[in-house]
């Protein structure tokens, strides 16, 4: 088989890529090939999304493993030197005539031999001479391109007869001897319109025009979809340059967290440590002061004793015994060398965003009071979203400064309304408050100006005024205690829908708090009392700990500061829990200053280190020392 030739020329406008078949000036970003191959940069990118690991060029078979990245192939101008495939050589194509002797140059149709020249022109000399008749010739290598389009068929019911005719409308061939109206399909009689028969080869003309207009709009359409798919993996490109973006983006983002946990997590374990050593410390001084007592005539009287015991005889030990005897008692006497007592800290999980998660809590050392304004007479107190004192008094709600229990705002009881308590932990205000007319118990939204009602939330008919609610607020959410019926209630403030939680398990409850994960607190307001911290899911309150044996709990705060839990008692002492309900402190009635029928009444706290608490000689204040 001939091969073809390998021409290197000058790059023009005629080149085309030998994928999508695109002229060179229509080319998008054209890159070159090491074969010095142009391709359009779509088409390259395509080629090796389906290869995956090597370009394979289409001209000349060559493949390419190390450029995967058509981007770092060079650009192509025009003008620059690039291969083209010349034809190969047309084959030996022998006359029928001469038996392979001489090689053919022409084609004849009507007799379907290949001619050498002389039998050529032996040919036409023939036709000329016997006939009025000129045959078609068609050069030799038109010929060889596509034999079977010069090749007479024979007609299958007369064998020696050519087809020359044939039906424009159901395209049947016909020979010379056929009655091709008769064999027509389709035609019936009595027909008006009859088949077209004409020449075969004036219909091949026609048709293969009406192929050769097919063909162009396939192919426009073709180029059509080259140029989607090109624009298809233009978009991908970009959307993997921008997927490239964004993990870079991620990992850096990653890289940062990383760090700060790294960091965080060293200082938490400095932390841990830190409280080691001073155990430790403490530890050993306790040790020191140990040996210090016991050095001091302790070991000293140990050894004369039992010296005494030893080597003394019967009148020795008679005669030393009282002495003996009333030093070793005394000595013997460790009450007032006090216990070790080492900090109780633990790790806990913590709400903090710029935390490990987790925190070392160390429990409050002491309460120190602080002077206020003696006399302010109150009976419940909570901070406000702005940091000042909502209390409740005798003549309604007022709104206090903290340290100067100056007032700012005020609402008054009335002949019909008589306020228990107004809460705005988060710009929204809510109040509790009784109608002394209906004989009903409400929780309302507020005005936070005017103190006005804008919206009833809850409503109840009750015997006395006693029988009112304890009411916390967290973003969209109240959530009511409602005492006398023992249930929980939960409004919601965007769909105002309402759900009861029943609270078979105390007896009389009353004070609730609301932690940041959104569970509660609700304490048990009787002698041996109690406080649970339950979880709210859809449709049930689930009890995740209970802390028994408080003494009338009527106030219960979570300080965010410090992430630990402050329950105010009646007539017992102040305690201090961590958010799993394990005991950290106690302050008794006698650390905080009260004494006799001096009652807790309720509590605030702001800032992690101002605690309020309400007695019935007033309000008091207290600084926290860790």
Same mark, same amino acid.
């Given at each position: ?61 060559? *493949? ?18 690039? *291969? ?27 007799? +379907? ?58 395209? +049947? ?13 389709? *035609? ?55 997927? @490239? ?122 309460? +120190? ?137 105390? @007896? ?76 950290? +402190?106690?302050?008794?009635? *006698? ?36």
């Amino acid at each position: 088989m001939a091969e073809s030739r390998v021409v290197k020329k000058r790059l023009n406008d005629s080149y085309r890529c030998g994928y999508c078949r695109q002229h060179f000036n229509k080319l998008e970003d054209p890159r070159t090939l090491p074969c010095l191959h142009v391709y359009c940069m779509s088409c390259l990118v395509t080629d090796i999304g389906y290869r995956k690991t090597l370009i394979k060029c289409a001209y000349c078979g060559k *493949e390419f493993h190390d450029t995967t990245d058509p981007t770092t192939l060079p650009v192509p101008k025009l003008g620059d030197p690039i *291969e083209y495939r010349s034809p190969p050589k047309p084959p030996l194509i022998p006359c029928d005539v001469c038996e392979g002797k001489t090689r053919a140059v022409v084609f004849c149709v009507e007799i +379907q031999r290949k001619l050498c020249t002389q039998h050529q022109k032996n040919h036409e000399g023939h036709m000329s001479t016997y006939t009025d008749m000129r045959h078609q010739f068609i050069p030799i290598d038109v010929y060889a391109a596509s034999p079977s389009r010069y090749t007479t068929t024979k007609c299958e019911h007369h064998e020696h007869h050519q087809l020359i005719e044939a039906c424009s409308e159901c395209h +049947q061939r016909f020979c010379i001897r056929c009655d091709g109206r008769g064999q027509c399909e389709n *035609e019936t009689e009595g027909n008006a319109t009859l088949h077209n028969i004409t020449s075969l080869s004036k219909l091949s003309v026609e048709l293969r025009k009406s192929l050769t207009d097919k063909i162009k709009t396939l192919s426009e359409n073709i180029s059509v979809l080259n140029d989607m798919s090109k624009d298809a993996w233009k978009e991908l490109s970009k959307i993997e340059d921008e997927v @490239k973006k964004m993990v870079a983006r991620v990992n850096a983002v990653a890289d940062a967290q990383i760090e700060k946990i790294r960091k965080r997590a060293t200082n938490l374990r400095l932390e841990i440590y830190g409280y080691l050593k001073s155990c430790t410390q403490i530890v050993d001084n306790y040790r020191i002061e140990l040996a210090l007592s016991k050095t001091m005539g302790r070991q000293s009287l140990l050894d004369t004793v039992q010296h005494a015991v030893d080597k003394f005889n019967d009148a020795g030990i008679v005669r030393d015994y009282r002495e003996m005897s009333e030093k070793m008692e005394k000595a013997t006497d460790i009450g007032v060398i006090e216990k070790c007592v080492l900090p109780d800290s633990i790790l806990v999980p913590t709400y903090s965003e710029d935390s490990l998660g987790l925190k070392l809590l160390q429990p409050p050392a002491s309460l +120190q009071s602080v002077g206020l304004p003696v006399g302010y007479l109150c009976f419940t107190v909570n901070i406000s979203a702005d940091g000042h004192l909502m209390c409740r008094t005798g003549e309604g709600v007022e709104v206090i400064n903290r340290d100067t229990l100056d007032t700012i705002s005020s609402v008054k009881d009335t002949n019909t309304t008589e306020w228990w308590e107004i809460i705005q932990p988060e710009g929204v205000m809510v109040g509790s408050w009784y109608n002394r007319e209906e004989k009903t118990a409400e929780v309302s939204l507020l005005d936070p100006n005017s103190f006005e009602k804008t919206r009833s939330l809850y409503k109840h008919s009750v015997d006395g005024l006693f029988t009112h609610y304890r009411i916390a607020q967290y973003f969209s959410l109240v959530y009511i205690v409602d005492r006398r019926e023992k249930q929980l209630v939960v409004c919601n403030l965007v769909d105002n829908k309402i759900q009861k939680f029943p609270l078979p398990e105390m @007896k009389y409850p009353l004070p609730v708090c609301i932690l940041p994960d959104s569970t509660l607190l609700i304490g048990d307001w009787t002698v041996d009392g109690k406080v649970r911290r339950y979880k709210v899911e859809n449709t049930t309150l689930t009890l995740m700990w209970e802390f028994p044996l408080i003494s009338g709990p009527n106030s219960i705060i979570f300080d965010p500061t410090s992430e630990l839990i402050h329950i105010c008692t009646s007539r017992g002492p102040l305690l201090i829990l961590s958010l799993e309900g394990k005991l950290m +402190q106690t302050f008794s009635r *006698e650390s905080l200053g009260l004494s006799g029928e001096n009652r807790m009444e309720g509590m605030a706290v702001y800032n992690g280190d101002k605690v309020f608490l309400v007695c019935s000689d007033g309000l008091r204040r207290y600084t926290i020392k860790y």
